[in-house]
């Protein structure tokens, strides 16, 4: 098992590619810590592990309250004794979120602190316990927004985004002396409800999207959860400081 034994922090866990990637790494021997704001979600995600046969615990959290994340990094290191990998998962993409002429400040906030104050407070509080270990792998969920421009813009998800890949090259020089490597995923549209229920509504807007990917359908959550997963493992000793667009070829696509 690629992951035996590793304890695995993956934040926003409750549900979507969080929980997806939750399964996928205890079937890999994983440790999984689930971090989840919604307590129904996140217990029910660590107990169908349980029952499939893997070792999880849920720790409720909400990623943009300080105390909160200190407290469920605490608990997880009284349960489990180390961290060895931080997966963050949790981010949001909303309605409101249009140009930043039109876009209402409480929107950009909103965004801005899941997706980059978020990140900001799980490492802060996760890397002083990989420093004990001199070990660790901090993933960060990005998005290929943040290397192109949009006809139909979500500035403060593109904005946000764009901060998570900066602040993860800058995790990446700071901390890997200490044995510690910090990478971004940057997927491409993924099939998860966010994605289905909002962006892509009708079968008319679905070929728009489609029309730009070379790949011709949108991505799996799977499709994300396995770079997720080399990443997490000692495969990737050598890899840091790596953006890596895991998008099917939007990104490559001139015209």
Same mark, same amino acid.
């Given at each position: ?39 129904? #979600? !996140? &217990?029910?995600?660590?107990? =169908?592990?349980?029952? %499939? ?6 720790? $409720?959290?909400?990623? +943009? ?69 001199? #070990? !660790? &792998?901090?993933?960060?969920? =990005?998005?290929?927004? %943040? ?6 813009? $979500?500035?403060?998800? +593109? ?97």
């Amino acid at each position: 098992m690629r992951l035996q034994e590793k304890v695995c922090i993956i934040t926003g866990s409750g549900g979507g590619m969080g929980k997806v990637a939750a399964e996928m790494f205890a079937k890999e021997g994983a440790k999984v810590a689930i971090f989840e704001r919604n307590e129904m #979600s !996140g &217990s029910g995600t660590a107990e =169908a592990i349980r029952q %499939a046969g893997g070792d999880a615990a849920f720790f $409720q959290c909400d990623v +943009t309250d300080e105390q909160s994340v200190k407290d469920a990094v605490a608990k997880t290191v009284e349960t489990y004794g180390k961290i060895d990998v931080l997966y963050n998962n949790a981010g949001i993409m909303i309605a409101e979120d249009h140009s930043v002429i039109d876009t209402p400040e409480h929107a950009w906030d909103m965004v801005m602190n899941v997706n980059v104050k978020g990140i900001y407070f799980m490492c802060k509080y996760v890397i002083p316990e990989m420093q004990k270990h001199k #070990s !660790g &792998s901090i993933i960060n969920i =990005a998005s290929f927004v %943040a290397f192109v421009g949009c006809s139909v813009p $979500q500035d403060a998800y +593109t904005a946000s985004k764009g901060a998570v890949n900066s602040l993860t090259k800058s995790l990446a020089i700071q901390f890997r002396p200490e044995g510690i490597r910090t990478n971004a995923i940057c997927p491409g549209p993924i099939e998860t409800p966010l994605l289905m229920e909002w962006l892509v509504k009708d079968e008319e807007a679905k070929k728009v999207r489609l029309s730009r990917q070379p790949a011709g359908r949108f991505g799996k959550p799977e499709d994300i959860v396995y770079a997720a997963m080399y990443l997490s493992s000692d495969e990737s000793e050598w890899t840091n400081g790596a953006l890596l667009n895991v998008d099917g070829g939007i990104t490559s696509n001139y015209f």
